[in-house]
């Protein structure tokens, strides 16, 4: 009887499955590979070397004036000034040449395309690639096009100035929304898997914010909503509550919207020590649900034991965001040396003893609560804010450590460039 069961639930699953259309996720590719495939990789120096603040001499109506260049690993992204621009780029090298390849996008929009620029080896490209100083301008010279069409629009940046250095020092965080923002803004992975955690830091993050559920038979995962639904999930055989079905039933008939499947706590924190730079990871802790906190907390430790290891600057801190989770956390032995970051009251944070106070944007940016705060060796971190006008206010007025946002890319310009 239980065969037959499973194998009826099998079908319907691939019945609804087979019909289900993944998000539009517009990121172009190059036929091949581009031409990236015929080049030699960049050396860490000469990628060290391409970092920094760069005007526009060509292109500034898509771009604005000025973009900030920083490598995530093997990529370099760039950070506009307008409409919350990106660019992803790989590059490689040939001849004295510097060769980068990769897309552009409108984080707030669909309008995204290919792009394709080279250091030429006259302005700068024998710089870049060499240990001689840099003589006269250094610019990176390209097209960028409209979907998977050839790259016919010029666009032409030239260096302005480094990075300012205190900002690197400064450990910051930006802090991208379920790992990397919405579902519903068209980013390359669902939100809250594995697959957005490893490109997350591409968008500017260095560091994550992820959901906390437990499943039926009490396994940390990852989920956002109260239940399964068609928001995050494709159209399957399984409705309501994540934590009415165990594990295996969650693995074995739900995909979510780009067809990944949802990952516990333990898969996700091992890919951010493993195959990440990021540094700080914000457990948040659902509230419909008990047990949350007992449940993650020895995965969490286990990761960082792991990433100490490994020598990886990581912290991974328990959020508690309502009163029920504080009593919850209260209740968990020895609750003051677990890593927390609490949004409740101060006195709340001072009695968890938590690392980091994260009071909403809303509440504006009470900088000498903050200060007081960073003072007892605390820090604070404010959610969850996309307007790129508010972000700029916020990082140019206020004391901030770390910023929580949908769109991480709109911070790491607004934060790089001053």
């Known amino acids: 009887m239980k065969k037959l069961i499973f194998a009826q639930s099998l079908l319907l699953a691939l019945?609804?499955?087979?019909?289900?259309?993944?998000?539009?996720v517009p990121i172009p590719g190059f036929p091949q590979g581009g031409f990236l495939s015929q080049t030699y990789p960049l050396s860490a120096q000469s990628k060290a070397k391409l970092e920094g603040v760069y005007l526009l001499e060509s292109g500034a109506d898509m771009f604005g004036d000025r973009v900030v260049m920083k490598w995530a690993g093997d990529y370099l992204s760039v950070?506009?000034?307008?409409?919350?621009?990106?660019?992803?780029?790989?590059?490689?090298?040939?001849?004295?040449?510097?060769?980068?390849?990769?897309?552009?996008?409108?984080?707030?929009?669909?309008?995204?395309?290919?792009?394709?620029?080279?250091?030429?080896?006259?302005?700068?490209?024998?710089?870049?690639?060499g240990d001689t100083a840099r003589t006269g301008t250094l610019r990176i010279r390209g097209n960028f096009g409209s979907g998977n069409g050839v790259p016919d629009q010029p666009v032409v940046f030239r260096y302005e100035r480094p990075i300012t250095p205190s900002l690197l020092t400064k450990k910051f965080q930006i802090i991208a929304h379920r790992a990397g923002g919405r579902t519903s803004d068209h980013i390359p992975a669902s939100e809250n898997t594995v697959e957005l955690i490893k490109i997350t830091e591409r968008f500017g993050s260095t560091g994550i914010e992820i959901d906390v559920r437990l499943t039926k038979d009490k396994v940390p995962v990852?989920?956002?909503?109260?239940?399964?639904?068609?928001?995050?999930?494709?159209?399957?055989?399984?409705?309501?509550?994540?934590?009415?079905?165990?594990?295996?039933?969650?693995?074995?008939?739900?995909?979510?919207?780009?067809?990944?499947?949802?990952?516990?706590?333990?898969?996700?924190?091992?890919?951010?020590?493993?195959?990440?730079?990021?540094?700080?990871?914000?457990?948040?802790?659902?509230t419909e649900q008990s047990g949350v906190i007992t449940a993650y907390v020895p995965i969490a430790q286990k990761a960082l034991q792991k990433a100490a290891s490994m020598g990886r600057e990581l912290e991974i801190c328990a959020g508690i965001p309502t009163q029920e989770v504080l009593d919850e956390f209260?209740?968990?032995?020895?609750?003051?040396?677990?890593?927390?970051?609490?949004?409740?009251?101060?006195?709340?944070?001072?009695?968890?003893?938590a690392r980091v106070w994260g009071p909403r944007w809303t509440m504006g940016t009470q900088n000498d609560q903050v200060r007081a705060f960073q003072a007892e060796g605390r820090r604070a971190f404010t959610w969850t804010m996309d307007d790129p006008r508010f972000i700029e206010q916020y990082i140019r007025e206020g004391a901030f450590d770390g910023i929580l946002t949908n769109y991480p890319m709109a911070v790491a310009y607004q934060y790089y460039i001053q």
């Open 15 to 24: 019945l609804f499955s087979s019909c289900t259309n993944p998000a539009d």
């Open 222 to 286: 990852l989920y956002h909503d109260g239940g399964l639904n068609l928001r995050l999930t494709q159209k399957g055989p399984m409705v309501g509550p994540v934590e009415d079905y165990t594990l295996a039933e969650l693995k074995s008939f739900v995909w979510l919207i780009n067809g990944e499947r949802i990952p516990t706590l333990e898969e996700a924190l091992d890919a951010v020590v493993t195959q990440t730079n990021l540094k700080f990871v914000w457990l948040d802790t659902k």
């Open 330 to 353: 209260l209740a968990y032995p020895n609750y003051q040396s677990v890593p927390s970051l609490c949004e409740l009251t101060p006195e709340n944070v001072r009695t968890v003893n």
């Open 79 to 129: 950070f506009t000034g307008k409409s919350v621009g990106y660019f992803v780029l790989k590059g490689g090298l040939l001849d004295s040449v510097v060769f980068l390849e990769g897309y552009w996008r409108y984080q707030n929009s669909t309008e995204t395309g290919l792009a394709q620029m080279i250091v030429p080896r006259d302005e700068g490209g024998r710089y870049v690639v």
